[in-house]
């Protein structure tokens, strides 16, 4: 049997499955047996009580989803009482997901969930910040490594950061968030979309926009991947359209030392589980005796990282 085992910075996960936050709830328990899962990542929480966007809140799209959920939220009191616990007890790693609106906001929420049974702390800041016109805090280098770095000072539990795919230069970013402190990069949330309906020429989501999800976010979310990869040493992992032990492994290939599954999972429940036991069955069949050692094994014969730089220069022109 080939080893799934990875290390995410100093913790040890049992296979590098795991789901996305805001894809996955407890209930999810009887249809998965979360002690085969990698890690348990819950909904992201915010500190301030509030009730989310406006209606509707999804929409299904060619080749994914929209979404404009927002974080809605009780506050953390309440999470740390109703919703953390019930995670609790699996034998599985615990990741907490946070989103807040200033780095103020981050630093003092991230202490309060530093307590027993976390195992990581997931920093959601593709959220916007407030402090700066609403853009998210992962689409600049600075605000970013401002976040990150109150983050850092206020736990000593691991620390991940998820950036946006929205931001141009993604390198640049997850070098901040790793020069900040963080353990690791999770590459990453959901690409802002639309969509409207013509017949009453509205916006299907109530927000106007939202955040595309699913298959047809995959290619945009490996490539990110990649870059993060070739940008850091910290482990990445992977996230965006993993539908099939096939894309987890091209995650991988990648750079990803683990992969987070979202949207596949409301269309399939079980999806973690076959991804998991058809990468065990993919590793055994191309005599990888470490699913570990997939990590970064792409051929590239094509673009150095100095080829790549050139190519985002190209597509991002100097403001
Ligand atoms: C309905 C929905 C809710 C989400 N809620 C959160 C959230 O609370 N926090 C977060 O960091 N990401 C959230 N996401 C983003 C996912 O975690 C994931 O990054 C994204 O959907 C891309 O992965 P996928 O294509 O596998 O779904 C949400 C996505 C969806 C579709």
């Known amino acids: ?24 709830a407890v209930e999810y328990s009887e249809a998965l047996d979360f002690s085969r899962l990698g890690a348990l990542v819950i909904k992201s929480v915010s500190p301030k009580s509030r009730s989310g966007n406006p209606t509707p809140r999804v929409a299904e799209v060619r080749g994914g989803m929209l979404n404009s959920i927002g974080i809605p939220s009780k506050g953390l009191a309440a999470y740390l009482q109703q919703v953390l616990p019930a995670y609790l007890g699996f034998g599985t790693p615990v990741v907490v997901s946070l989103s807040a609106d200033t780095v103020a906001e981050f630093a003092a929420a991230v202490q309060v969930l530093s307590r027993p049974g976390v195992a990581a702390i997931e920093a959601n800041i593709s959220c916007p910040n407030l402090e700066a016109d609403g853009m998210a805090f992962a689409m600049q280098a600075r ?7 109150a983050m850092r000072r206020s736990t000593t539990l691991p ?3 998820k950036l ?7 390198a640049a970013i997850a070098r901040a968030a790793e020069a900040a402190g963080a353990d690791a990069i999770v590459m990453g949330n959901t690409a802002l979309g639309m ?8 916006p299907l989501l109530g927000n106007g926009m939202g955040g595309l999800s699913g298959p047809a976010l995959k290619p945009i979310a490996l490539r990110m991947t990649y870059q993060c990869a070739r940008a850091v040493r910290i482990p990445v992992i992977g996230c965006g359209g993993i539908a099939t032990a096939e894309d987890a492994v091209e995650f991988m290939l990648a750079g990803a030392t683990a992969v987070q599954v979202g949207t596949a999972s409301f269309l399939d429940p079980g999806v973690m589980h076959r991804i998991t036991d058809g990468l065990q069955a993919y590793c055994e069949a191309h005599g990888v005796e470490r699913a570990a050692d997939l990590v970064g094994a792409v051929q590239m014969d094509g673009p150095d990282q100095q080829a790549w730089r050139d190519q985002l220069a190209r597509m991002a022109p100097a403001a």
């Open 1 to 24: 049997m080939a080893d799934l085992s990875v290390r995410v910075g100093s913790l040890s996960l049992r296979n590098p499955v795991m789901p996305a936050s805001g894809c996955f």
């Open 143 to 149: 605000s970013t490594h401002d976040a990150i770095s």
């Open 159 to 161: 620390l991940w950061a």
């Open 164 to 170: 946006t795919p929205n931001a141009g230069d993604v």
């Open 195 to 202: 969509a409207i309906d013509v017949r009453t020429r509205r």
